[in-house]
Nanobody, 125 residues
């Protein structure tokens, strides 16, 4: 029973930075590619960034390339998302879930994965 808990969200000014954490429990994260998604009220949930199980491969949405970084520490069973130069349009609820291994073709939630509560990121002056 793999379960993810997101944390690190909060209020940040435009141009600021914020670091999110995704802590897994129930199973080892060693064999799971993991993705960060976000959703704004009234809009579709979109993939932000995904990372392979060994951390050697990653992908980013065009909207965040050059500003966000994804990393993982399998020993801590945790995946991270470092967000820089934040824009108002980055404000959303951020979620992490296991994703399909073929991340180069786009981040897709693993069919059996479920959405957790997420963590809220607010970008405002």
């Amino acid at each position: 029973q793999l379960q993810f808990v997101e944390s690190g969200g909060g209020l940040v000014q435009p141009g600021g930075s914020l670091n999110l954490s995704c802590a897994a429990s129930g199973r080892s994260l060693d064999y799971y590619a993991v993705g960060w998604f976000r959703q704004v009220l009234g809009q579709e949930r979109e993939a932000v960034s995904c990372i392979s199980n060994n951390g050697l491969r990653s992908m980013f949405a065009d909207s965040v390339k050059g500003r966000f970084k994804i990393s993982r520490d399998n020993a801590k069973n945790t995946v991270y998302l470092q967000m820089h130069s934040l824009k108002p349009e980055d404000a959303a609820v951020y979620y992490c879930v296991p994703v399909s291994h073929d991340i180069e073709t786009g981040c897709r939630k693993w069919p059996s994965g479920t959405w957790g509560p997420g963590t809220v990121v607010t970008v405002s002056s």
